[in-house]
């Protein structure tokens, strides 16, 4: 039971490590620009702002998601690593 436990947690965090790595290397790979087609400064620095705006929000959540699947991949792995100890029998001390 330890095991399944340990194993599908490590699987889950990898997935959840390696997933966002390929999304941000697809999206850092496919970036493009865009066009600014406004007539002033004011609309010009809003619409950056808006760009950059959706540009934090998409790394935060990459970042998020890649956070939980290190904290779980760390898991996962300390538990398929550790060993159960056998229960020691209590016997009383002499003395």
Do not use: D, N
Request: proline share 4%.
């Amino acid at each position: 039971m330890r095991f399944k436990l340990g194993f599908t947690l490590t699987i889950i965090g990898a997935l959840l490590v390696i997933v966002p790595a390929i999304i941000a290397l697809q999206m850092f790979y496919t970036y493009a620009l865009p066009a600014l087609s406004t007539t002033t400064i004011e609309e010009s620095i809003l619409a950056l702002i808006y760009l950059l705006a959706e540009i934090a929000i998409r790394l935060g959540f990459l970042g998020i998601t890649v956070w939980a699947g290190s904290i779980l991949l760390k898991h996962g792995l300390s538990i398929l690593f550790t060993r159960s100890t056998p229960k020691q029998s209590k016997e009383p001390s002499e003395g």
